[in-house]
């Protein structure tokens, strides 16, 4: 059995990175009360570090927008600083911009109040914070501080000694022979303290340097191992998840399988995606293996070949995951797809692709893609819009939720360099929004008896739906839209061109 498992173990290489891989701004569109409100979180790419917060209102009626950053959930959670005030832009009316410093790693949430002609209301957007690096040093800071080390400790040798030296001679006399001697102990004295001194000063440095270099680290790739048993495919990391704490005194703690909670009703979103090309994705839901140390999926009817492995996962802090690999599938003879799991073939996608506006949908219907006029920009923050069309181009009927939302939605740029999974209200995961809903909930209603709307799906939902996001880089993307109508999970995919 051991030998039969080794020639179906698969290695599954896997970047354990924040959810939305290549794409760290968030992106969120929603109601605070009265007021349609669309934020865009621009995060640090160290930590502390200075984050910016824009928000855009769809009506004129917003005065003012106040931001403050607190933990999504906890004792952090219910007692928030002083807001800052966001500063209207000077050439729209509607667009205010803020600047907020993350100073922790972690789940944690900006909370934005709205205030206009219509009263006061607010919002809260669940944020990942963590470092993407650590800033090196330049050359030319490095020599300048290099500089200053050696003639400062000079200057504190020379002074200790002189002050030895001349401090007992009366004025116009010479030092004594005996007032050189202490001098020159007293400077070599110094210089073994200050030795030891800059060596713990260096030491106390190292190890903060290393406590921040292992949250970095969590973007570096501990392996992930994989296991076909048959049509079976079995998903255990390697060693043990990790994830930001609140006290980066401790060492970063590990994530464990029981910690992970559902969100849109699972535990993970697993995407196999063909590589290259992108003529291929399913969308699967793993069930946690007995045991609770690894997922387990039952692979539906796959071509042999090579895959990208995107699985989404997130941790009772409300703080998302994705895991990334590759693996080498031969054919699988499984059943096709049901339930909330999808998948979709089509063209590859090549540098030579055509944008695409138009998918044809697998029971004949169509989706638009309403693109704006003029080229797709790179880090600009946009709603992606699209509709859903009979086979004679009137509005779609028997549009139903998919997993509590109108429609889910993964951008995958052509080089795998990025891959986010977004929905209706943004790209944050609904289980942290939830989260986040709660707290500012009871905030709200034990400040002022004020309740704050909530989320409610429809068993029959408008053909028209949208997706807040902005693409990170330029480069060739494909975008698949999943949507369920009359019970069905339908794919469809658009290419794009981003400058």
């Excluded at 896997?14 to 968030?26: E, F, I, N, R």
Aim: glycine letters at 8%.
């Amino acid at each position: 059995m051991r030998n039969l498992w080794l020639t179906t173990f698969i290695l599954l290489a896997a970047t354990l990175v924040h959810a939305h891989v290549g794409s760290a701004d968030v992106y969120y569109e929603d109601d605070a009360g009265p007021y349609h409100l669309f934020v865009t979180i621009r995060l640090p790419q160290v930590i502390p570090g200075v984050a910016e917060i824009q928000v855009r209102s769809a009506s004129p009626d917003v005065r003012t927008i106040r931001v403050v950053p607190l933990r999504l959930s906890g004792l952090g959670s219910k007692l928030p600083p002083l807001p800052d005030v966001a500063q209207r832009s000077q050439n729209d009316a509607q667009f205010f911009v803020s600047s907020l410093w993350f100073m922790e790693f972690g789940a944690l949430q900006v909370r934005i109040e709205a205030e206009g002609s219509r009263g006061k209301a607010e919002l809260s957007v669940p944020v990942a914070s963590f470092a993407r690096q650590s800033l090196p040093m330049s050359w030319g800071l490095r020599g300048a501080l290099l500089f200053f080390l050696v003639f400062l400790t000079l200057g504190v040798v020379v002074i200790a000694g002189t002050v030895v030296r001349y401090s007992t001679v009366p004025a116009g006399k010479t030092p004594q022979p005996s007032n050189r001697r202490r001098s020159r102990i007293v400077m070599a004295i110094t210089v073994i303290l200050v030795v030891l001194i800059l060596y713990r000063g260096r030491a106390a440095w190292n190890v903060e340097a290393a406590t921040y270099q292992r949250n970095v680290d969590l973007l570096k790739p501990p392996r992930a191992e994989t296991l076909l048993e048959g049509n079976r495919l079995v998903i255990r990391p390697a060693g043990q998840l990790t994830a930001p704490i609140a006290d980066q005194t401790q060492s970063v703690r590990a994530v464990k399988m029981d910690e992970l909670i559902p969100d849109h009703g699972h535990l993970m979103h697993l995407f196999l995606i063909a590589s290259p090309g992108m003529d291929r994705i399913w969308h699967l839901h793993p069930d946690l293996a007995k045991g609770g140390d690894a997922f387990v999926e039952t692979l539906p009817a796959m071509p042999a070949g090579h895959y990208e492995v995107f699985a989404d996962i997130l941790d009772k802090t409300g703080f998302p995951w994705t895991l990334v690999g590759k693996i080498d599938l031969p054919q699988i003879n499984g059943l096709v797809v049901n339930g909330d799991d999808s998948a979709w073939t089509g063209a590859p996608v090549t540098n030579s692709s055509s944008d695409t506006t138009v998918a044809q949908l697998p029971d004949g219907r169509r989706m638009v893609w309403e693109r704006d006029a003029g080229a797709l920009k790179a880090n600009v923050p946009t709603s992606f819009k699209f509709r859903v069309e009979e086979k004679d181009g009137s509005p779609a009927h028997g549009m139903e939720p998919y997993m509590g939302m109108a429609a889910h939605a993964q951008v995958v740029c052509s080089d795998l360099s990025v891959f986010a999974h977004i929905h209706p209200a943004g790209s944050i995961p609904m289980a942290a929004l939830d989260m986040a809903r709660d707290g500012l909930i009871q905030s709200s209603t034990g400040a002022s008896g004020m309740e704050m709307p909530s989320m409610h799906s429809s068993a029959s939902l408008p053909p028209r739906f949208s997706f807040p996001y902005g693409f990170p880089h330029p480069g060739r993307y494909r975008i698949f839209v999943q949507i369920k109508r009359s019970g069905e999970v339908q794919t469809a995919a658009f290419d794009a061109r981003v400058q």
